[in-house]
């Protein structure tokens, strides 16, 4: 019989728990106890016994269940309180120390028992759990559910224990390959369970029968196992439990037949394994128990071995041709052969419908996909168990006889590409070598991930293909190249045709066919991480076309999506007030996105680490131009998709220039000036809103500047367009006041306002027009005239000029209020007189005279017949502190006295009066330093100032005014002019 386990026991300990044994007999004269199971209420024995047997009619076999308690002193049950869990361990705790304190000793509980009469055990035996009874029978006065025991056992007829071990492997072996072939068991799959229920009752039955123990049990599997494992291999999951069990006792209790039997069979159980092994890259493919078969194969086999190299003593003449090193040579042999195999089989299934490259991507990726899974499943197991390398076997058979078949396809197909013309904008390859570069470049990827999986063997000394493959494509990748640009501006063109310029969603501004350009860059990028290139230069030459392609494809998506702008754009404004449109700014959101995606490049293809290589190589002058090179690729990319945004951009501005100047017009010209202002606000408001909520912050930032500036040149072209019409001072105050108000719509900030007001040209030229132009006739002549007085002090004082010059002296004497003026002389006068000579005097008056009004003009004496007059007169004015603050000039004209006619002008001095020192009437005008004026006149040239007088045709001041400073005018190409640059 077989005491296996127990389950649902009761508790007999303080702890709740009990120590459980059992004592089994059919006479009290012969008692077996098995071993005690500590601390538990669920315990497991699997222990044997056997009993003789004289009357199966009357006896009974008893099964007592106990729990062990250890002899304890009282003092010892005392320090057991720590123990207690629960208050029924309390219970127990004091009733063993009353109980050993009076009867001086504990005995052990009574759990249950089972008694079982010897005539009730079926032929078959017993196979099956038993419940406990109490002494007094079952439920032991009511208390039920005491546990039970699952027992088995059987009564049958010792035989001689060599007899029944003979016949239990015979039995054994018939059993096995009957049920291998009535259940049609395949290969490898069978566990050791019989599915014919009553396999298992006869092996029981003869097991007892003959008194067989466990481990003869075991030594009889073996041997039957491993004979049978030769023509129906079974699952090598039951060799090692059955090796582990019996290599005890094949070294000390093993007969010689047995011993000689076992290592017969073990050899041709290693013959078995090692086929197993030589086929194992078929049942990669046809066994998903692969790595659980392999693992127990090895396993089993590195026993072997261990037992091999360890036992103490051996005897060959019954030990075969078993050795170690014949084991591990036997499954090194089965691995190389399975891979040549394998290879041979993969070479042969060539299509001849297909190319020699397309053959090659196939055997290559045959071969990758055995490695891997022989590395993922299987090489840790043969490396931990046996010691045998499989994956660096394998892989050195192929990469032999792969390069024996590559090489010399690869080196003939790329020395016959020829450069492909990919000029075609249809996306129709124009070259048959199209398809054979991309297969190429697959065929490249499938050796290169063959090569990369080298990273795993333990040496990669002398292996064919790693570290050499890549010269063998060289030739090729400039193709590759070409190709992987032509479909990406493929891609680029059909994205931008199909785009509708909406977004792709509410979450971002731009379009699908920034998305698709983006994702054409990131596949770029994956094609240069696939191609993986090893030599430093060669990888800077790629790179650098990359990029440089790259460049192109993104200055190309730039001016496809303007074109299509400007397409669209046509349409919907066509003969419109221009407006923004949401596709527009859809389209500077796709450029600003795709040209943003340049950034990232060079850091995604890893450029930093080759041109550090190559400084290392090379050295660092070399390097830092290779880096220079690219950065100027980069920048000019940058550079160029900038401006394809500013072209969108300004043509934006262009469109909404004449909008912005009608609208400037309707207001400058309104008699409601506000409702015409609110009108153009209204369109710059509705344009920004729209770009900012459109456009990305940089993108608004660059049309605002735009939409600034053609505002600002729409009001510009309004002021001389107006200024040419010869437009009232009071219609450009009104442009004025529209200025101002665009500043305060644009840059509300002040300190933003006057900084555009200093630094933008169009506004500085036009606050100054409209400051000339909006002036009033009397302000204008008195701009005219300090124009002429900036001329004149813009010229060398220190000489004469052409008109020759004037000397005086003058100071304004607070105490009288008075300015006193001295001229002393004039030199180098121009001849007005047909003897050469001149007339000369001066005429001084205060100017402008609408300010000045009151103030005389006085003139000195005639000087005859001279260039060089000596006046030395002096001349006093009266006038305020006031009047002397108001911004006049003293003028000084120069004529030639005539006697018949008009005087001859001969030139002129302005000098403002807030140059002139402030003294008293006590200072002497001869303390005073002298001034050297150069004389001028005005000229064709004019100034602005003068040209807008001379526009106010309705106005008799400003006409009668021009009218005298045009009969001072000396044409320019007229003797010997002074051009009198009085333009302002």
């Given at each position: 019989?077989?005491?296996?386990?127990?389950?649902?026991?009761?508790?007999?300990?303080?702890?709740?728990?009990?120590?459980?044994?059992?004592?089994?007999?059919?006479?009290?004269?012969?008692?077996?106890?098995?071993?005690?199971?500590?601390?538990?209420?669920?315990?497991?024995?699997?222990?044997?016994?056997?009993?003789?047997?004289?009357?199966?009619?009357?006896?009974?076999?008893?099964?007592?269940?106990?729990?062990?308690?250890?002899?304890?002193?009282?003092?010892?049950?005392?320090?057991?309180?720590?123990?207690?869990?629960?208050?029924?361990?309390?219970?127990?705790?004091?009733?063993?120390?009353?109980?050993?304190?009076?009867?001086?000793?504990?005995?052990?509980?009574?759990?249950?028992?089972?008694?079982?009469?010897?005539?009730?055990?079926?032929?078959?035996?017993?196979?099956?759990?038993?419940?406990?009874?109490?002494?007094?029978?079952?439920?032991?006065?009511?208390?039920?559910?005491?546990?039970?025991?699952?027992?088995?056992?059987?009564?049958?007829?010792?035989?001689?224990?060599?007899?029944?071990?003979?016949?239990?492997?015979?039995?054994?072996?018939?059993?096995?390959?009957?049920?291998?072939?009535?259940?049609?068991?395949?290969?490898?799959?069978?566990?050791?369970?019989?599915?014919?229920?009553?396999?298992?009752?006869?092996?029981?039955?003869?097991?007892?029968?003959?008194?067989?123990?466990?481990?003869?049990?075991?030594?009889?599997?073996?041997?039957?196992?491993?004979?049978?494992?030769?023509?129906?291999?079974?699952?090598?999951?039951?060799?090692?439990?059955?090796?582990?069990?019996?290599?005890?006792?094949?070294?000390?209790?093993?007969?010689?037949?047995?011993?000689?039997?076992?290592?017969?069979?073990?050899?041709?159980?290693?013959?078995?394994?090692?086929?197993?092994?030589?086929?194992?890259?078929?049942?990669?493919?046809?066994?998903?128990?692969?790595?659980?078969?392999?693992?127990?194969?090895?396993?089993?086999?590195?026993?072997?071995?261990?037992?091999?190299?360890?036992?103490?003593?051996?005897?060959?003449?019954?030990?075969?041709?078993?050795?170690?090193?014949?084991?591990?040579?036997?499954?090194?042999?089965?691995?190389?052969?399975?891979?040549?195999?394998?290879?041979?089989?993969?070479?042969?299934?060539?299509?001849?419908?297909?190319?020699?490259?397309?053959?090659?991507?196939?055997?290559?990726?045959?071969?990758?996909?055995?490695?891997?899974?022989?590395?993922?499943?299987?090489?840790?197991?043969?490396?931990?168990?046996?010691?045998?390398?499989?994956?660096?076997?394998?892989?050195?058979?192929?990469?032999?006889?792969?390069?024996?078949?590559?090489?010399?396809?690869?080196?003939?197909?790329?020395?016959?590409?020829?450069?492909?013309?990919?000029?075609?904008?249809?996306?129709?390859?124009?070259?048959?070598?199209?398809?054979?570069?991309?297969?190429?470049?697959?065929?490249?990827?499938?050796?290169?991930?063959?090569?990369?999986?080298?990273?795993?063997?333990?040496?990669?000394?002398?292996?064919?293909?790693?570290?050499?493959?890549?010269?063998?494509?060289?030739?090729?990748?400039?193709?590759?190249?070409?190709?992987?640009?032509?479909?990406?501006?493929?891609?680029?063109?059909?994205?931008?045709?199909?785009?509708?310029?909406?977004?792709?969603?509410?979450?971002?501004?731009?379009?699908?066919?920034?998305?698709?350009?983006?994702?054409?860059?990131?596949?770029?990028?994956?094609?240069?991480?696939?191609?993986?290139?090893?030599?430093?230069?060669?990888?800077?030459?790629?790179?650098?076309?990359?990029?440089?392609?790259?460049?192109?494809?993104?200055?190309?998506?730039?001016?496809?999506?303007?074109?299509?702008?400007?397409?669209?754009?046509?349409?919907?404004?066509?003969?419109?007030k221009y407006e923004i449109s949401d596709e527009l700014c859809c389209a500077v959101n796709n450029i600003e996105y795709v040209g943003l995606g340049m950034k990232p490049i060079s850091a995604n293809l890893g450029t930093e680490a080759i041109l550090q290589g190559l400084a290392t190589l090379r050295d660092e002058r070399i390097g830092s131009q290779c880096r220079r090179t690219l950065e100027t690729v980069m920048e000019n990319a940058v550079e160029n998709i900038n401006n394809k945004i500013y072209e969108i951009l300004e043509q934006v501005g262009a469109k909404m220039e004449p909008v912005i100047y009608r609208l400037l017009l309707e207001g400058a010209e309104a008699t409601n000036q506000e409702a015409a202002v609110e009108k153009l606000m209204k369109y710059l408001d509705k344009s920004l809103i729209k770009i900012k909520n459109k456009t990305t912050p940089s993108g608004f930032d660059k049309l605002f500047a735009i939409i600034w500036e053609n505002a600002s040149i729409a009001l510009k072209e309004l002021v001389r367009t107006n200024i040419e019409k010869r437009r009232p001072p009071t219609f450009f105050k009104q442009i004025h006041t529209m200025l101002s108000i665009m500043l305060d719509f644009f840059y509300p900030i002040k300190a933003a306002a006057d900084k555009v007001m200093l630094e933008n040209e169009s506004i500085k030229e036009i606050l100054h027009l409209i400051e000339v132009h909006g002036a009033s006739t009397p302000e204008l002549i008195m701009k005219y005239q300090h124009a002429r007085y900036n001329h004149q002090s813009g010229l060398p004082q220190s000489k004469p000029g052409s008109y020759g010059m004037l000397t005086i002296r003058t100071h304004y004497c607070e105490d009288i209020q008075t300015l006193r003026i001295e001229i002393l002389n004039a030199r180098n006068l121009i001849a007005a007189d047909t003897n050469g000579l001149c007339d000369p005097f001066v005429k001084v008056h205060i100017v402008p005279d609408e300010l000045y009004s009151g103030t005389l003009k006085q003139k000195t004496k005639v000087k005859k017949k001279t260039l060089f007059p000596l006046f030395d007169e002096t001349f006093l004015i009266p006038l305020t502190p006031n009047e002397m603050s108001l911004g006049g000039l003293i003028r000084f004209g120069l004529k030639d006295h005539d006697l018949f006619g008009r005087n001859d002008f001969l030139g002129e001095v302005y000098f403002p009066l807030i140059s002139i020192p402030f003294t008293t009437s006590d200072t002497p005008l001869k303390d005073l330093p002298q001034r050297h004026f150069v004389l001028t006149k005005p000229t064709e040239g004019s100034s602005v100032p003068l040209h807008a007088l001379e526009n106010r045709v309705w106005d008799k001041m400003a006409n009668d005014y021009v009218k005298k400073e045009r009969a001072k005018i000396e044409p320019i190409n007229g003797g010997n002019s002074q051009p009198s640059g009085t333009t302002s």
């Open positions: 019989m077989e005491v296996v386990e127990a389950k649902g026991l009761h508790g007999k300990d303080v702890n709740g728990l009990s120590d459980p044994f059992c004592t089994i007999y059919i006479s009290q004269k012969n008692k077996h106890n098995t071993s005690m199971k500590p601390e538990t209420l669920t315990p497991v024995w699997r222990e044997y016994f056997s009993f003789p047997v004289t009357n199966t009619q009357e006896e009974t076999l008893v099964v007592e269940v106990w729990d062990y308690d250890p002899e304890e002193t009282v003092s010892d049950k005392m320090k057991r309180f720590g123990e207690v869990k629960s208050t029924k361990g309390l219970r127990v705790l004091m009733k063993e120390i009353t109980l050993t304190a009076t009867a001086g000793k504990q005995q052990h509980d009574f759990l249950g028992w089972i008694k079982i009469p010897l005539k009730q055990i079926p032929p078959i035996g017993y196979d099956k759990w038993f419940a406990l009874e109490g002494k007094n029978g079952k439920g032991n006065g009511g208390k039920k559910n005491r546990g039970e025991v699952l027992l088995r056992m059987a009564v049958g007829t010792e035989k001689e224990k060599k007899v029944a071990t003979q016949e239990y492997r015979h039995v054994l072996h018939l059993l096995l390959v009957h049920d291998l072939d009535e259940e049609n068991i395949p290969p490898y799959q069978w566990n050791g369970e019989f599915k014919n229920k009553y396999s298992g009752y006869i092996l029981r039955q003869l097991q007892w029968q003959g008194g067989l123990t466990p481990l003869d049990l075991d030594m009889s599997k073996w041997l039957v196992y491993t004979r049978v494992q030769c023509d129906h291999p079974l699952h090598a999951k039951l060799y090692p439990a059955l090796f582990e069990s019996i290599v005890g006792y094949l070294d000390t209790q093993a007969t010689d037949d047995e011993i000689r039997k076992f290592w017969f069979l073990s050899e041709k159980l290693i013959e078995s394994f090692a086929n197993f092994v030589r086929n194992i890259h078929q049942s990669f493919l046809n066994n998903s128990d692969i790595s659980s078969q392999v693992y127990h194969m090895l396993k089993t086999l590195g026993l072997l071995k261990d037992h091999l190299n360890t036992r103490k003593k051996s005897n060959p003449e019954l030990e075969s041709n078993v050795t170690a090193d014949m084991i591990i040579e036997k499954i090194t042999s089965a691995v190389t052969k399975g891979a040549s195999e394998l290879f041979l089989n993969v070479t042969q299934i060539e299509n001849a419908e297909e190319s020699a490259v397309e053959n090659m991507i196939k055997i290559g990726q045959l071969l990758i996909a055995d490695l891997r899974k022989g590395h993922e499943v299987v090489n840790a197991c043969f490396k931990e168990l046996l010691g045998v390398e499989y994956f660096d076997i394998t892989y050195r058979v192929y990469d032999e006889k792969y390069c024996v078949i590559l090489e010399p396809v690869v080196t003939y197909v790329c020395s016959n590409l020829r450069r492909l013309d990919l000029r075609d904008e249809d996306g129709i390859p124009q070259d048959q070598d199209m398809s054979m570069g991309t297969s190429l470049f697959e065929l490249y990827l499938a050796v290169r991930q063959f090569s990369d999986l080298s990273e795993h063997l333990t040496s990669k000394a002398e292996l064919h293909i790693s570290g050499m493959f890549h010269n063998w494509f060289y030739a090729s990748v400039a193709q590759w190249l070409d190709i992987a640009f032509f479909k990406a501006m493929n891609r680029i063109r059909k994205a931008v045709q199909i785009d509708n310029l909406k977004p792709v969603d509410q979450y971002v501004q731009r379009s699908s066919s920034a998305v698709d350009t983006a994702n054409i860059f990131h596949q770029i990028q994956i094609f240069w991480n696939q191609l993986s290139w090893p030599d430093v230069e060669g990888s800077y030459t790629f790179i650098a076309k990359i990029m440089d392609d790259l460049c192109r494809c993104i200055i190309c998506y730039g001016e496809m999506m303007c074109r299509k702008v400007e397409e669209l754009e046509r349409k919907q404004q066509l003969g419109a």
